[in-house]
């Protein structure tokens, strides 16, 4: 079973930059669909987007200018860049790898912790 890591978490200021990565150990992320989503405290977990294994990418409208989704071939990455963070951005964010971008998708990391604040 696929069991992927998110890294890259941590502090950061409001209007500042942080890239989050997700992989496998085992298996490479190249013929998954990954997707990145976030749970607030105290809220719901959203997603965030979502990249297909042919590379088609899929945004939440209201991060699309700030956040971009991509994977890296060469180490079997599908890494979240997020941009002028807000501190409405601090969350756990997980990645989950499965068949398809849609819903009901299976094989969810631990997470990582980014803390937007001054």
């Known amino acids: 079973q696929v069991r992927p890591v998110e890294s890259g978490g941590g502090s950061v200021q409001p209007g500042g930059s942080l890239q989050l990565s997700c992989q496998d150990s085992?298996?490479?992320?190249?013929?998954?669909?990954v997707a990145w989503y976030r749970q607030a405290p105290g809220k719901e977990r959203e997603r965030v987007a979502c990249i297909t294994s042919g590379d088609y990418t899929f945004y939440e409208d209201s991060l699309k200018g700030r956040f971009t989704i991509s994977r890296n071939i060469a180490n079997h990455t599908v890494n979240l860049q997020m941009n002028s963070v807000k501190p409405e951005d601090t969350a756990i964010y997980y990645c989950v790898a499965d068949h398809f971008c849609g819903q009901g998708m299976s094989n969810w990391g631990q997470g990582t912790q980014v803390t937007v604040s001054s």
């Open positions: 085992e298996f490479p992320l190249d013929h998954f669909a």
